[in-house]
């Protein structure tokens, strides 16, 4: 197990089954918190035809240190983290007589240490996803990082929102992690919240809330 600590971990889930789904939101958690408690922020986007699933992390934790820190020194957890983010992605979006949900209408969002697996899941996989969400999060690696990425995400969403006194989150790593994205062809919102700390703000629950509207579909097609 050492060599894939999150392994096997549960997945929490609610709202609509895969099958009736219009679309779907994997949620991601921060450093010691729950999966369950991304549920809740599930329930505050307000649509039960939406499919949400959110992995719990062994012991509460993605990575052992910080997302600034050289990448080998968040090893083996973070390629675990990650395969396990694809583990979901392939169980959402995988056609199994029509019980599933397509990539484009898939929401991958995370707050803090989630939010940094999100972007960086994002930006090693592009593709044309529903939307990637960073709440206080951005790409994982020291700086200079090379982000050399290939592909593209084809006008997917995304958004990166943190506040300029977030002690965990550098204002330059969401600007960076902006910038990426945009070389990747998404369609990038950016919002940088002044004198706000390590939080999820009401304007970032709106912006997710009309990014899932835009989303969903219903099953048989219509919008």
């Known amino acids: 197990m050492t060599g894939d600590p999150h ?3 549960p997945i929490e889930r609610a709202g609509a089954a895969l099958a009736d789904a219009s679309a779907a939101m994997i949620l991601i958690h921060g ?3 729950r999966a369950r408690g ?3 922020l599930a329930e505050e986007i307000g649509r039960d035809d939406v499919a949400s699933l959110a992995p719990q ?3 509460g934790t993605w990575y052992p240190n910080s997302f600034l820190a050289e990448i080998e020194s968040n090893q083996p957890h973070l390629e675990s983290a990650l395969g396990l983010l694809e583990d979901v992605l392939e169980e959402v979006t995988t056609d199994d007589d029509d019980r599933s ?3 484009e209408r898939t929401v991958l969002l995370g707050f803090s240490q989630g939010g940094c697996l999100a972007t960086e899941y994002a930006a090693r996989n592009p593709d044309r996803y529903g939307g990637v969400v960073a709440l206080s999060g951005g790409l994982i690696g020291p700086e200079e990082t090379p982000r050399e990425y290939e592909g593209s995400m084809d006008g997917s969403p995304v958004f990166v929102g943190c506040g300029d006194q977030d002690p965990h ?3 330059e790593r969401v600007e960076e992690t902006a910038r990426v994205f945009e070389a990747l062809e998404a369609d990038v919102e950016k919002r940088i919240y002044e004198g706000v ?3 999820v703000l009401e304007d970032e629950l709106e ?3 009309s990014l899932v509207d835009g989303v969903a579909e219903r099953p048989n097609g219509d919008s």
């Open 7 to 9: 392994g096997g971990q």
């Open 31 to 33: 450093r010691g918190a």
């Open 38 to 40: 991304m549920l809740g």
């Open 57 to 59: 992390a062994a012991r």
């Open 101 to 103: 949900v397509p990539l």
């Open 169 to 171: 989150i550098p204002v």
């Open 197 to 199: 700390g390590h939080t």
């Open 207 to 209: 912006y997710v809330r």
